[in-house]
C-alpha cells in the first residue's frame, strides 16, 4: 500500500480525538543542535479543517488494526473501514517533511491496540524515540498511552513525550462497560494515577530548578490530558461534569476534552440513532471552564434545587443561567465588587475582569469604558451597576429577562 | 499648527529608531502637537528643523519596562499615526500618569493597545500560515512567500530561526525578506511572489491528511473562516480543497446516517486476554 493511502486510512480513524493542542510544553529550541523543532510555550494552529477545528499536529494513528470492540470506535474489531498500518520510518518521515514545511506543530500519535497493550506501546515509543534521538526533533509530541503497559515503556514515553493521555472513553463506569466490554475503568484510572506520580515527581521543585542543580529526569512536562465521549451512552451533563471535576482534582488533568459522538462510517447498532448535538458539547466546554477559571462547583453548574434535570440549558450559556437562577445577587458594582464576584458576570471573560481591576484603580467606570473593553454590552448591563448606569427593575423579572437575552434560534445544519 | 518639528523613523517599525528620536524630543521639551514623525527621509526637504538638532533641556526619562514591549509591538503597525501616538503616551508617563498603561478603558491607551493586538494577531498568524516550499535540486533550502498585514518580519524572524535552525530558508514578502543560512539571520528588501517556488512535492501528500482529518459531520464554515480568514488562503496549500470538502459534507453525512448496520466482514481471532489485565 502506497504511503498516500495508508495516510489516508488513519488520518481518517484518528479524527474522533479532540485534542490537538500543542501548548504547555515549556521552551525548547534547536540552535545549535543540529535538528529542528521549537515549543515556546503557546500552541499554533497551523490550518483550520471546515468544522472549524484547528490542525496544529499531525494527528494519526499507527495501525487501525485493533482487538478490541468498542461500540462507539470506528476501529474496533467488528467494523468494517480499510485497514493500515504505518512502519515506524513513516510515521518519522511525515512528522519531519510535515514540519519543516511549517504545516504542524509536531505528531500526536495514537494506536488501535495490536496483540497487547505493551507490544503497541512499545511501536508508539519506538516512533517517538527514533525523531528525539536519530533525528534532534525538538518539535511537540502528544502519545496516546496504554492503560495496561509496563511502568518501563511508561518511563520511556514520558521521556520523549510532552503531552501523554489516557481516555476516560465514558463519563461512567456503568457506560464503559456497556459500551466498550473489554476496557476497565479501574485500570484506565490507575494508570492516569500512575502518570500524576511521575508527572509530579518530574516537576523541578524551587531549588532544582536552579542553574547547576540536579533535574529529576524529564517526564510529560505538559501533563496528560483525557477525553471522553458525549452522548453515546444514558449520561447526563450532571454525571459528566463530576466526572471532569473529578479527574482535574485527582490527576491534575491539563484538559478533559469532550467528543460529542459523531455519525462514523459503518456504526454498531448499540449507538443511538441521532447524534447528540454539538451545541450540547459547546456548553459542556463553557461548564468546564467555569470549574477550572471562574470558582463554580459543579453543584451551582447543574442546580438540582432549581429544577435543572441533570442537562445544560441550550439555549443560553450556564454563566448566564446561573446568574438569572441567582438573580438576587446582583446587579454587581464593576467600580467595587471583588474580583470573585467579577468573575461570576455573565458577558465577562476573565480577562476583561483583569482589566476591570486595573483600570477601576486609576478613575471610576462607565458604560462607555466597558464599550471600550470590548464586553458584549447587552449581555453584561442588566447584571451591573457604573457610574452613569443602573439597571434599575431589569433583574425583578428573569423570565422576561432570560427571553430578551436568549438568541433567536439558528439554523439547525450549523449544529447538526 | 506651524513650526512642526520633525521625527524621521527608518526603519519606521523600529524600537531603536523610534527611541532615539522620541528621547531628543523629550529632552528638548517638545511637546507631542509640535512634533510631526515620518517614516522615511522625503520630509528633510521641508523647513522644519529635526528634534535631533534642538537643544538639550533636561535628561533622564525612564518610563516602565512594560511600556518599552509594548512600543515594540505598536511600532510594527502600518498605521502612519504609530509614531505619534507612542510619544503622546511617553509624554504623558513622563508627566506624572506612570500607570496610565492600566487604563485599558483611555482613549489613546486604548487605541494603542488595539494596535498591538493586530500586531499580535497578525504575528500568530504569520507563524502559522508560512508554508515553506523546497527548493528544486537543493538540500535541505526552504523558501515561503508570505504577505503580512503589519510590519512584522524583522519580529517574527527570530521566531523561525530558533525553530528551523538546522536547515536553510527564506521568507519572502512584498516590503521585506529575511534569509537564515544555518548560522546567520540576514534581512533585506522586499520581494515578488514569482521569486518563490509555487509549489512542494509534499504538499500532496498533506492535503491527503487534511481532507481526511476533517469530519464532515461537524461541518462549521463560520468559524473557519474566523480563524483562517479567506486573505490568508493563497498561501495554503490545502485551501484548494475547502470548495469541495464542503460541498461534499452532507451527502456524506446523509450516506452515513441512512447506511445500514453491517455485519463484520472480516473475522480476527479472539485473543486471550494479556497478563495482568
Redesign the interface.
Known sequence: MQ??DK???L??A???DASCASSGAGKR??????????T?GMG????????????SL???LLTN?C?YDCAYCVNR????VPRARFATAEVVR?TL??Y????IEGLFLSSGII????YTMEQLVEVARSLREDH?FAGYIHLKTIP?ASPELLAAAGRYADRLSINVELPTDAGLKQLAP?K?AQ?IRDAMGELHTRILAAKPTKQEAQPKRRRPPKFAPAGQSTQMIVGADAADDRAILVSSDALYRQFRMRRVYYSAF????????QLPLR?PP?LREHRLYQADWLLRFYGFDVKEIVDDTAGQDGMLDLDIDPKLAWALRHHERFPVDLNTAPREMLLRVPGLGARNVQ?IV??R???R?RV??LA??RAPLQKVLPFVVLLDHHPRQRLDDPVRLRRELAPAPRQA??F? | MHAMFRATVMPAWDLDAWRAQARHAWEAELPPDLVEWQADAQGELLASAAVTEQPVRRHGLSVPADFIAFAASVLCHRDPGRHALLYRLLWRIGNGERALLDRATDADVHRAMRWSQAVRRDTHKMKAFVRFRQVEGEDDAYIAWFEPDHCIVDRVAPFFMRRFAGMRWAILTPYRSVQWDGTHLWAGEGAQRADAPADDAEDALWRTYYANIFNPARLNTRMMRQEMPQKYWKHLPEAHLLPDLIREAGRRVREMDEREAQAPRRRIPVRPRPQGD
Not at chain 1, 496483540?115 to 505493551?118: L, V
Not at chain 1, 459523531?262 to 447498532?269: E, G, K, L, Q, W
Open positions: 504511503l498516500k495516510l489516508a486510512i488520518a481518517d484518528a479524527k474522533y529550541h534547536s540552535l545549535g543542535k543540529g535538528g529542528i523543532g521549537s515556546e499554533i494552529c497551523h490550518s483550520y479543517t471546515p468544522d472549524g477545528r484547528c490542525v499531525l494527528k494519526i488494526f482487538i474489531v467488528s467494523s468494517n511525515l517533511e510535515f519543516k514545511r511549517n504545516y496483540r497487547n497493550g505493551d534532534r495496561e473489554q476497565h485500570g459523531s455519525p462514523i462510517p459503518d456504526a454498531s447498532t447524534a454539538l482589566r486595573d483600570s484603580r486609576q478613575g467606570l462607555a469604558d471600550r473593553l445544519d450549523l447538526g
